[in-house]
């Protein structure tokens, strides 16, 4: 991905990318059809950074891709903290664990392959912080299934909300990604259970504080 001036100088001013995640976007950019679905260093040190100041010990993804940003969000959890990420897409399983398991932070990363909606049934705690980077169109269904499992007090975060721009325009009705996500987005605007701040972040970041 390609930066403006600013974002240059933002990542020449902030903590650098480790040798791991340099070498995982490397190959993801050789390797993988859409890299461009990478969180990307800026955004994978913001997440870090929410989860330092929110201390959250359970973190749920849905939509782990390549586990760019799982490893981020793991990197940033207090002792004892977990995250369990769900990807859907069995191909890129081989993948993910070869990045997991080169990690210090393996033991704190449950991977889950499959339909989210089938495995949240068996994750029965209740989360501090959920990350929703999953199918756009399907973002509501996503934020309405995982509601009730996040404390009060607690965050939801969730990614691509500003969609490359698109949700400024008016959407072709064919375009089931960019409905979704202005679906998702109008929806939030109108839940009174939540506090909630899109960041003008890469594509977009919406963090979502439960009441």
């Not at 990318?17 to 969180?39: C, F, H």
């Not at 932070?105 to 449950?110: P, Y």
């Not at 929703?132 to 996503?142: H, N, P, Q, S, T």
Request: proline share 3%.
């Amino acid at each position: 991905m390609e930066y403006g001036y600013e974002e240059s100088y933002i990542l020449n001013h902030i903590d650098g990318e480790d040798k791991q995640l340099a070498e995982l976007y490397r190959k993801a950019n050789i390797q993988l059809v859409r890299p461009r679905m990478l969180a990307g260093h800026l955004q994978g040190r913001i997440l870090k950074m929410l989860v330092r100041m929110h201390r959250p010990q359970r973190i749920l993804e849905i939509g782990t891709y390549t586990g760019y940003a799982t490893l981020y969000l793991a990197e940033g959890l207090p002792e004892g903290g977990e995250i369990h990420t769900v990807e859907i897409d069995d191909e890129m399983e081989d993948f993910i664990r070869e990045q997991f398991e080169q990690s210090e932070f393996k033991d704190k990363i449950k991977l889950h392959i499959g339909d989210i909606r089938e495995i949240l049934p068996s994750l029965m705690d209740v989360f501090d912080m959920i990350y929703i980077d999953g199918d756009k169109r399907d973002y509501c269904e996503y934020y309405d299934l995982v509601f009730d499992k996040v404390r009060s007090g607690g965050i939801i975060l969730a990614d691509n909300t500003l969609w490359s721009g698109k949700v400024f325009k008016k959407p072709d009705p064919n375009d089931k990604q960019t409905l979704g996500i202005i679906h998702f987005n109008e929806m939030i605007k109108q839940d009174k259970r939540i506090e909630k701040i899109i960041l003008p972040l890469r594509d977009g970041l919406t963090v979502i504080y439960k009441l």
